[in-house]
């Protein structure tokens, strides 16, 4: 790792009454050169506000959270030991604690949690259409009631901050219920001129970077139309599907409709290549979903792939600068940079590189990285160890190859798996840092002096699942965002989700929307 | 008595009609055995040029207006029209009977004209403007996939080839029709007059080839985004998909309506379109 | 005042003569300043992450201390009198419950004689506001001969408006004139200038007003006469106090920001504060640098402080209502 920068704050912390004399560097930086002096106030008392980098400890309150030592399997609307599967530990990663044990499904226990589903799959799709949807908005209610328990356990078992679980991932999760709900009766609207019917039983795979989140995107349409599922959870993170199981119990749904079991790779591959599945949706790495898609081939049995990505996000001289600062900063640190369409390739136009990356520095340097649970953390924990190496390794690549790396100076917790906010300039498209995705909270600057070149830029990838362009121009907008090859263009804003808004890649990004009136498509049949 | 002036078949591939560089042809005889025409047979490198053709064209021809792409789609069905008579005479030859061949050359023309329309209304009916819970405005609409591979079906006649090809172009893609040696006559004879509708160089190209030696080319090719694979068997469909796999190319096998049941169909356009939805802030 | 070389600027960089006489301003004619754009719903979402920030404990106690320090206290009252303020000023300068004196008291300029005499001694500044306050709508020599009689009746600081139809009308100039006219009548006095931020509306205008007060001499912006709603918010706020952190960058000068109105309880109080110091930094988190104008904050910080130290709730019937 490449040794860290200096802090740099805006303005001298000197005295409050003196004049500071400030050295404004070439990047337009002032730099007070200096110390972390204490600032004296009236009265001789040292201000911690003031003073201090952080705040003080603000721990969300985690007493009314009910968690069981052990999570069997969801099969069939039981709680269901393993047959020929096991238990493993799942840990918190900002301490490394253990949590809970969680059940891992076998061979034999996939096949039991499909046989439920397909059992159940019949009289769900036969229920009035409207029960069907009311079964789904009371799931959304009740979501919305225990938002706060889920969000933090979403916190503790994935490492995202509390302040994003809580304002971002339950609101979704909720709000993705309550759409679909109301689907649920209308879809001879939604396809005028075709007939529909339910795909049948369908194998749902999700990552570790959004569990709830990615778990409402996969069961909410699949139940609205009338399919049954078996949803498999991410290995490290499979706690909040355990509730949200708890929940489908609580709702009455009926038995067998959603069935949650967990497991590594090889319960992943069971799902896949069972025969017994209309179709599989999987959300993941791009090299897992062509491995799908090639054990899938031929088979007849659908599929939709929502695989990785590495956005261009353009930031051109009109665009409102301090905005756009947000923006990259919302569009990689948002979830440690664990999103798929993180906004990981900034292209900044030459003639405000230098103004917008000071300030996107001085921006870090007042991102609080540490406990998930705090609710002033801005940076949380990476996912796992693993994870955690996959980044060093890309970074140390990064510094390998010459590219030049800016890390703010605070000091990481000694215990969990952290790693710092990471911007690298003076990189190049050659670069791996800016090939491949990173999946952390790292972020490559390049620049680019038309927007014929940034255009070029931007879609000179294997990827296509998002970008992101700031100018303060409506005609360039339109023409940047029809340009670019990406299956969503935020324009002045970065990492906006919404239900009825469709998501999903071009290119190796994947295949298919989730989503609005286009993701229903992924759960139909078309006779 | 004067002798006929025979027509030389040959590829079509960026706008010009090349034989194909491997040299190689088959002859196409009619039920007497008499000789119809020596088609080329298209090789590996002949369907990379043809890519190459078609990923130069599709700037142009996705970046115009639908209301030009109706145009150019509603001109080729008036070429197709003016030389009626030539293709019904060689669908004849190719043992059809006139009543079958002149239905299918209508046909032909008829899909042609349906998609001319659907060039500039899909949109409307497949895009949305997505109600989102916050102070953004937010809209998807359909994009075309880029460059598509077609294996056009076995069927003798032009309405199955336009059939594959017509909702691929009409969406704003680019094309490489692999057509089989036998029902490529015809195909090859429209390329002419698609040559003269104002069709730009690229958008479509046309192989007469062999789908055996061709398919593993087109479902591996990096550089083609989606594949369409008419009356494709069990393994076509697995090869295509497994191949297909390397770059996520989108793979989709279709079976030819009847041939008095075919019409346009905007499903079948919106297979070989992405969804792309745009996000921005609503403010002063 | 040393000011480093400018550097690249959206406009032409102003800097204030070495001798402090009025400047003229960069732009002639018709035109109008150039300031960077500003997106409404990015700069509300950078507020709501200021707001989402937990203040607790030690952090939570220093910051009271901190605003309770950087208020103008304020009354601006038609029916204002000497005895209203007299008793405000006692306020302002022994708040009670152990709590340290506010920054300053900001009345209308007939009081300031008044308010000058009850804080004497105590350090407290008077703040008078001026120029036709608060439309402003008067010619600008009776502005400047009020704003030289507040002076002349005790006030140390100056709040004035400026010309909003004017600015909204295009004239620039004009803004930059006033101001730059009304900073050399104060003389040693500090000048706040008020943009009315509710009356331009769009946070473009704002920012673009807040550079032609900067450029023209101010010590403060302002955002707020409190007479027109709405007044001062988190958003127009952070729109100011990114053109403060440009300016500083461009001319190395430091320029106060003072939001007024509409900040009525400890935690809104708090929110600012997180804003200036992850905007523009702790040199900023002073009284010389950040005021507030309010009147009712000042008890709920008082109750706050109590409730800190007692962990019992408050009630306002407990606090003096002045």
Same mark, same amino acid.
């Given at each position: 790792m490449a040794s860290r920068s200096k802090p740099r704050s805006l303005?001298?912390?000197?005295?409050?009454?003196a004049t500071p004399t400030p050295k404004i560097t070439q990047n337009g930086v002032a730099t007070d050169g200096g110390s972390k002096e204490a600032i004296a106030v009236p009265g001789g008392a040292i201000n911690a506000f003031v003073n201090e980098t952080l705040y003080a400890p603000a721990p969300e309150s985690t007493d009314h959270v009910r968690l069981e030592a052990k999570y069997p399997l969801f099969i069939g609307g039981q709680w269901q030991e393993p047959t020929d599967g096991g238990y493993a530990k799942t840990i918190n990663?900002?301490?490394?604690?253990?949590i809970a044990e969680v059940a891992t499904a076998g061979k034999n226990d996939v096949e039991r949690a499909i046989g439920a589903a397909r059992e159940a799959q019949g009289k769900w799709a036969k229920l009035p259409a409207l029960e069907r949807g009311k079964y789904l908005f009371r799931v959304a209610r009740l979501i919305q009631e225990r938002s706060r328990e889920l969000a933090i356990i979403e916190s503790m078992n994935g490492g995202k901050p509390i302040r994003e679980a809580r304002d971002v991932d339950l609101p979704i999760v909720a709000q993705h219920f309550f759409y679909h709900a109301g689907w649920a009766d209308k879809l001879e609207y939604a396809f005028p001129g075709e007939t529909t019917a339910p795909l049948g039983v369908v194998g749902q795979i999700i990552p570790w970077n959004f569990p709830l989140m990615m778990a409402a995107w996969k069961i909410a349409p699949a139940l609205a139309c009338g399919n049954t599922v078996v949803l498999k959870p991410a290995e490290t993170t499979p706690l909040t599907a355990m509730k949200l199981a708890e929940i489908f119990q609580d709702a009455g749904v009926?038995?067998?409709?959603v069935n949650i079991i967990n497991g590594g790779g090889s319960t992943g591959a069971a799902l896949v290549n069972h025969?017994?599945?209309?179709k599989i949706a999987f959300t993941g790495s791009t090299e897992v979903g062509k491995g799908i898609m090639k054990a899938l081939a031929g088979t007849g049995r659908q599929y939709t792939l929502e695989l990785g990505g590495k956005a261009a996000h353009i930031i051109f001289e009109d665009a409102p600068l301090d905005e756009a600062v947000e923006g990259i900063v919302n569009g990689i640190f948002f979830n440690q940079g664990h999103v798929?369409?993180?906004?990981?390739r900034v292209l900044i136009q030459e003639s405000v590189a230098d103004t917008v990356v000071a300030r996107l520095k001085r921006r870090l340097d007042t991102l609080i990285v540490g406990?998930?649970?705090?609710?002033?953390?801005?940076i949380g924990a990476i996912n796992s160890r693993e994870q955690l190496g996959r980044i060093t390794t890309l970074v140390n690549a990064g510094v390998e190859e010459g590219a030049c790396i800016y890390q703010p100076s605070q000091s990481l917790p000694s215990r969990g798996f952290y790693f710092a906010p990471t911007i690298f300039t003076?990189?190049?498209?050659?670069h791996r840092i800016v090939q491949e995705?990173?999946?952390?909270p790292v972020v490559t600057i390049q620049t680019f002096r038309t927007p014929d070149e940034a255009i070029e830029k931007a879609n000179?990838?294997?990827?296509?699942l998002s970008a992101g362009v700031w100018t303060d121009k409506g005609a360039k907008i339109f023409k940047t965002t029809s340009a670019l090859r990406a299956g969503v263009v935020w324009a002045n804003t970065f990492n906006r989700f919404d239900p009825s808004a469709p998501f999903g890649g071009y290119k190796e990004s994947g295949i298919g929307r989730e989503g609005g009136v286009q993701g229903l498509r992924s759960y139909l049949r078309f006779e | 008595m004067r002798q006929p002036v025979w027509k030389t078949y040959k590829l079509y591939i960026g706008g010009k009609f090349p034989r194909t560089e491997s040299g190689r042809y088959e002859a196409v005889r009619d039920a007497d055995g008499a000789l119809v025409a020596n088609m080329s047979r298209a090789s590996r490198k002949d369907f990379r040029n043809a890519v190459v053709a078609a990923r130069s064209a599709l700037t142009g021809w996705s970046g115009g207006t639908a209301y030009l792409r109706g145009q150019i789609l509603y001109r080729a069905a008036e070429m197709l029209e003016g030389r009626a008579a030539q293709f019904v005479d060689e669908l004849q030859r190719l043992g059809l009977s006139r009543a079958e061949a002149q239905s299918d050359v209508e046909r032909a023309g008829d899909l042609l004209v349906n998609y001319a329309g659907w060039t500039d209304k899909f949109q409307a009916l497949f895009g949305s403007v997505n109600p989102v819970g916050g102070p953004h405005f937010c809209f998807s609409s359909p994009e075309p996939t880029g460059v598509v591979a077609v294996l056009t079906p076995?069927?003798? /006649?032009?309405a199955p080839f336009i059939e594959a090809i017509a909702p691929v172009i009409a969406g704003g893609n680019t094309c490489v029709a692999i057509v089989p040696i036998e029902a490529s006559v015809a195909p090859i004879s429209f390329a002419e007059a698609l040559h003269t509708s104002?069709?730009?160089? /690229?958008v479509v190209n046309v192989l007469s080839g062999h789908r055996s030696e061709l398919l593993p080319h087109a479902a591996s090719?990096?550089?083609?985004?989606a594949l369409a694979v008419w009356e494709a068997d069990g393994d076509e469909r697995r090869l295509a998909e497994q191949l297909g796999a390397e770059n996520l190319k989108r793979c989709f096998f279709f079976t030819p309506a009847a041939q008095d049941e075919v019409t346009g169909n905007p499903a079948l356009l919106m297979r070989f379109q992405e969804t792309k939805t745009t996000w921005h802030p609503v403010g002063t | 005042m040393s000011a480093s070389?400018?550097?690249?600027?959206?406009?032409l960089a102003r800097v204030l003569d070495a001798n402090g006489s009025a400047p003229t301003s960069p732009i002639s004619g018709g035109l109008r300043y150039q300031a960077p754009s500003i997106d409404e719903v990015g700069v509300a979402e950078r507020v709501a992450r200021f707001r989402s920030r937990s203040i607790k404990a030690e952090s939570k106690r220093a910051a009271i201390d901190l605003a309770m320090r950087m208020i103008d206290l304020t009354t601006l009252e038609g029916k204002d009198t000497p005895g209203k303020v007299r008793q405000m000023c006692a306020k302002a300068k022994n708040p009670g419950a152990g709590a340290p004196p506010v920054a300053a008291v900001c009345v209308y300029a007939n009081m300031a004689r008044v308010a000058r005499e009850a804080v004497q001694g105590s350090g407290l500044h008077v703040a008078a506001v001026s120029?036709?306050?608060?439309?402003?709508?008067?010619s600008l020599p009776l502005r400047l001969e009020e704003t030289r009689w507040a002076i002349s009746e005790g006030a140390d600081e100056i709040d004035m408006v400026i010309s909003r139809g004017r600015f909204l009308a295009g004239e620039d100039n004009a803004i930059f004139d006033e101001v730059a006219q009304i900073k050399e009548a104060c003389g040693p006095a500090h000048l706040k200038v008020i943009l009315e931020t509710g009356e331009l509306q769009t946070l473009d205008a704002v920012r673009r007003a807040s550079e032609i007060a900067m450029d023209a001499g101010a010590d403060f912006i302002k955002t707020s006469?409190?007479?027109?709603?709405?007044?001062?918010t988190m958003d127009v706020t952070y729109v100011m106090l990114c053109a403060i952190r440009d300016y500083f960058e461009r001319t190395g000068r430091m320029v106060g920001m003072k939001p007024a109105g509409g900040i009525r309880d400890t935690k809104t109080a708090i929110s600012y504060l997180v804003m200036v110091k992850e905007t523009l930094?702790?040199?900023?988190?002073?009284p010389d640098y950040f005021r507030i104008g309010a009147s009712a904050l000042a008890n709920d910080l008082l109750m706050q402080i109590v409730k800190e130290r007692t962990k019992a709730y408050q009630s306002p019937l407990y606090f003096s209502a002045d």
């Open positions: 303005a001298a912390k000197n005295g409050s009454a990663p900002a301490t490394e604690a253990t009926p038995e067998g409709v025969a017994g599945l209309d798929c369409c993180a906004g990981s406990d998930p649970l705090d609710k002033n953390t801005d003076e990189t190049a498209q050659s995705e990173i999946f952390g000179n990838t294997r990827y296509g | 076995r069927r003798i /006649g032009l104002d069709l730009p160089a /690229g090719h990096m550089d083609v985004n | 070389a400018p550097t690249v600027s959206t406009h120029t036709s306050f608060p439309s402003g709508m008067s006469t409190g007479k027109v709603s709405p007044a001062a930094g702790p040199a900023w988190l002073s």
